[in-house]
Structure formats: structure tokens, C-alpha cells
């Protein structure tokens, strides 16, 4: 008479439940846990088990029933109450024979568990073919699903990462086949990270985005925040707005297009399918809610990045410091990776004649033209008070030299001189000591009248 896979369990539990005192519990797969679906009462119910955890999550994945006659020696038993001494587990099979769930009794008094077995089994058959006829196991709600993926957005560890969760959230509850992100950038809108496998029409629908360029992006994300959340038919005789053109050319039919986070740094989620479909409200308020939360997970780690970005920085001068800089020369290469120490030319006199604040500036003039002079992939570091290191790579020690000379230059132009020391570490040479004889050389540029460059001996 059960209508559905939960009354049939439900029904199943009360009608052992009249002939035996056993603890009753019946848990079905759902995603990826055993999830209690009916149970009698006891002191403590688990509601959802990893599906190899426990004698049930054994009974599981073996498809095959356990009778404990003392559960302390069985090291998989999962505690529901004290008193507990016997259990008996039967799965729960589909007609093919694949587990779809176990049926569990636990008895704290005496019991014939040989007879008990028999019935478990014969009873699990039963209502696996029933619930195979009434379609299989409950499947997650929308909302469940929902909040699933939200916690997988929460730890996401990179916005690459957020964005794939994020995406196929927007698929697994919207039911749609494809799912794109843009976003507003420092050069204008543009497509956030596909997911590891796009499908068909998500692949067309990113090649048409990219074809058209910031441009129509951009419009996609005005129209969205201007307007709301909108959805659209591919129904024939109306034709698309010219914003949606080249979703249209993709094959999008049926369309999903919701606001994600502030106008002006935000961006859209589209959710799109080939068939012609209907959105209902419920699945835009549930697009809403992702998107909602998939920005703030954006946000946040957005906002992380930049506080490490700070706590690695120097706070005057913009320059990474100590902390990056010791990493960075840990992984100098031999005779390639040059270390050139840097220090400026009287700055104590600065500091003593106009005042820490005119030093500041003459650091920060400075920190700009040394960056200017260095090539593309070459890094400046302030490791102390007037005292900079670069890290450069060079193909021969002559190269590290002009390198060199072309940051006094630079520094020459800002009415200031500096003192440079250049050293490549050798094979085995420690970082530090490669650091150290770059430090000597300079100090002997400071010996010979300073504003110079001096390599290091090998």
C-alpha cells in the first residue's frame, strides 16, 4: 500500500516493531551517506553514516548480512545506547542485486538470532523491490543540495576551486546542463574558470563568451544587476535580445541569468540547457541563494589573499620583506640565480638632517626606480632598514653586473646613490652564505668611495 520508498520503510520498521523489542532502523543511500529514513525509538539515532562506517556501512558496501551475537568484540560497531548486546544487519537490494540500503536490529536481552537473520533478509528483499518500484531511494531535495554544495564552496581553498563548486552547484539543483560565471575584472568582464570537465553546451557557450569579447560580457552583467534575476525561453517566433545572441548561437534554449555580489565588482551566473524548459520560482530563488553565497565565499577569499599579500609586504615601501625573500633564495639555482644586496648611500645622514618622514620618502622614490630598472621576472625585496635585495636570473656573471649598474643609474636619477654587491651561490653554497658574500662585496664598494657595483669572488 506504500506510496512511497519512505512509507514503505516506515511501514516495514512499525511491522517488525510489534514482534520484537529490537532497536529498528532502516538507512538508504542518498548522494554519498547512509541516511536514516525510519527508525524506533532509542537514545541515540545516527542519521547519516559514512557508507563504509559501522556493521551497516559493512553490510553495505559487501552486500552481505552480519549477525553479531556480542557487539564489544566487533570493532565496527557504531554505540546507540549502553545496554545494547546482539545485532543483526541485512542489506537492502534492488532486484539486480546491487545494496541500495541495510535493514538493522539491535537487542539488549536475550534473542534467537538464527531466525531473526532469515527474517531480516527475506523482509530487506521485500523492500527493496518495493522501493525499486516506486523509483529507488529518496533523492536529495533542491535544498539539500543546496547547502551540500554550499559547504563545499565554504572550503574551497582557491578561486579556481569556488568557481568549479560553484558551477556545478548551479547544475546539480537548477537540473540544467550548463553553468558559466562572468565576472567584472581589472580589464573589464570576463569568463570565470570552467570546471575540470565542461559538457557539450557549456564548451560552446564559452567559445561564443570569448568570442564576443568584454564588451557583451560587460552588458550581461549591467542587464543583470539593472534588471534581476531573469530567465528566458528559446521558443520559436521570439527571438533573443541582442545581449543573449551568443548564448543563443551556442544552443542555449532555456536560460537562467542571476546577479552575483555588488554592481560594480560582481558579476553574473548563467544557467543554460539545450531543451526547452520552463524555470519554475523556486529554482531562480534557489540560483539566488547560490549565487549570494558563492560570492561571499568569493569574497572572503579574496579578502584573505590580500591580507597575506600585506602580512608578506613591507608596509612603506610595497616590496615583499623577509619572509618571502628567505623562501624565495631557498630555491636559488647554481651559477643562474644572482643575489644582488643593495644599500643607500648616506640615508643615516638623511635621517639625522631632515627626519625619518623625508627618509620614508627618499625609501619609496627609490623602491619605484629600483623596480622600474629590473626586467620582467626579476624581484625586489626590503630586507632592513635602507638595505634591499634583488633576485634576478642571469645566464653568466656578467649579465648579473649590468643588471646591477643599471639600478645605480636608476638611482642616480632620483639625486641619490647606491652601493651594490653581486654574488651567484655556488654549487652547495648555502643561501646564506650566498647572501653573505654578496654582502661583503658590497661593503667594499662602501670602502672604495661607494656608488658602485662589485661582484663577489667564486
Same mark, same amino acid.
Given at each position: 500500500m506504500a506510496s512511497t520508498a519512505l512509507e514503505a520503510c516506515q511501514w516495514t520498521v512499525a511491522a517488525l516493531a510489534r514482534h520484537t523489542p529490537a532497536t529498528i532502523s532502516i538507512l538508504l543511500q542518498v548522494h554519498d551517506r547512509l541516511q536514516c529514513v525510519a527508525a524506533t525509538g532509542a537514545w541515540q539515532v545516527f542519521s547519516t553514516v559514512p557508507p563504509k562506517t559501522g556493521i551497516v556501512g559493512r553490510v553495505y558496501t559487501s552486500g552481505q548480512p552480519a549477525t553479531v551475537a556480542d557487539v564489544t568484540t566487533d570493532p565496527d560497531y557504531l554505540p546507540v545506547r549502553p545496554d545494547v548486546t546482539a545485532e543483526v544487519c541485512a542489506p537492502v537490494l534492488d532486484p539486480a542485486g546491487r545494496p541500495i540500503g541495510v535493514l538493522d536490529l539491535q537487542w539488549s536481552g536475550p534473542v534467537e538470532l538464527g531466525p531473526w537473520r532469515r527474517t531480516a533478509e527475506r523482509v530487506a528483499a521485500r523492500l527493496g523491490a518495493r522501493i525499486t518500484a516506486l523509483g529507488g531511494p529518496p533523492a536529495e531535495s533542491r535544498s539539500e543540495k543546496l547547502l551540500r554544495h554550499a559547504a563545499a564552496m565554504t572550503s574551497a581553498p582557491t578561486d579556481w576551486d569556488l568557481m568549479t563548486a560553484a558551477i556545478t552547484a548551479a547544475r546539480d539543483v537548477s537540473a540544467l546542463s550548463a553553468a558559466v560565471l562572468v565576472l567584472t575584472g581589472r580589464r573589464g568582464a570576463r569568463l570565470g574558470a570552467p570546471t575540470s570537465a565542461p559538457g557539450e553546451l557549456e564548451a560552446r557557450i564559452r567559445a561564443e563568451l570569448t568570442e564576443a569579447g568584454a564588451g557583451p560580457l560587460g552588458r550581461l552583467i549591467v542587464r543583470a544587476h539593472r534588471h534581476g534575476a531573469a530567465y528566458t525561453l528559446g521558443e520559436a517566433g521570439h527571438p533573443p535580445t541582442d545581449d543573449y545572441l551568443p548564448l543563443a548561437r551556442a544552443g542555449a534554449r532555456t536560460l537562467v541569468a542571476v546577479p552575483v555580489g555588488p554592481p560594480d565588482t560582481g558579476g553574473v551566473l548563467l544557467v543554460a540547457d539545450e531543451r526547452l524548459l520552463?524555470?519554475?520560482?523556486?529554482?531562480?530563488?534557489?540560483?539566488?541563494?547560490?549565487?549570494?553565497?558563492?560570492?561571499?565565499?568569493?569574497?572572503?577569499?579574496?579578502?584573505?589573499?590580500?591580507?597575506?599579500?600585506?602580512?608578506?609586504?613591507? =608596509?612603506?615601501?610595497?616590496?615583499?620583506?623577509?619572509? =618571502?625573500?628567505? +623562501?624565495?633564495?631557498?630555491?636559488?639555482?647554481?651559477?643562474?640565480?644572482?643575489?644582488?644586496?643593495?644599500?643607500?648611500?648616506?640615508? +643615516?645622514?638623511?635621517?639625522?638632517?631632515?627626519?625619518?618622514?623625508?627618509?620614508?620618502?627618499?625609501?619609496?622614490?627609490?623602491?619605484?626606480?629600483?623596480?622600474?630598472?629590473?626586467?620582467?621576472?626579476d624581484e625586489l625585496y626590503r630586507i632592513g632598514g635602507d638595505e634591499f635585495v634583488a633576485v634576478i636570473e642571469v645566464n653568466r656573471p656578467e649579465e648579473a653586473?649590468?643588471?646591477?649598474?643599471?639600478?645605480?643609474?636608476?638611482?642616480?636619477?632620483?639625486?641619490?646613490?647606491?652601493?651594490?654587491?653581486?654574488?651567484?651561490?655556488?654549487?652547495?653554497?648555502? =643561501?646564506?652564505?650566498?647572501?653573505?658574500?654578496?654582502?661583503?662585496?658590497?661593503?667594499?664598494? +662602501?670602502?672604495?668611495?661607494?656608488?658602485?657595483?662589485?661582484?663577489?669572488?667564486?
Open positions: 520552463r524555470p519554475d520560482p523556486t529554482t531562480i530563488n534557489l540560483m539566488e541563494l547560490l549565487a549570494g553565497q558563492a560570492w561571499t565565499c568569493l569574497d572572503r577569499l579574496r579578502t584573505l589573499a590580500q591580507l597575506r599579500e600585506q602580512a608578506s609586504s613591507d =608596509p612603506l615601501t610595497g616590496l615583499r620583506h623577509t619572509g =618571502p625573500f628567505g +623562501k624565495r633564495i631557498a630555491t636559488a639555482t647554481p651559477g643562474r640565480t644572482a643575489l644582488l644586496a643593495i644599500d643607500v648611500d648616506g640615508f +643615516k645622514d638623511v635621517n639625522d638632517t631632515y627626519g625619518h618622514q623625508a627618509g620614508d620618502r627618499l625609501l619609496v622614490g627609490l623602491a619605484r626606480a629600483l623596480e622600474e630598472a629590473l626586467r620582467q621576472g653586473v649590468r643588471i646591477a649598474e643599471r639600478l645605480t643609474e636608476a638611482a642616480r636619477r632620483t639625486g641619490r646613490t647606491i652601493s651594490v654587491g653581486v654574488a651567484l651561490p655556488q654549487a652547495g653554497e648555502s =643561501p646564506e652564505l650566498t647572501l653573505r658574500r654578496a654582502d661583503q662585496a658590497l661593503y667594499a664598494v +662602501k670602502r672604495h668611495g661607494r656608488d658602485g657595483v662589485r661582484l663577489a669572488a667564486a
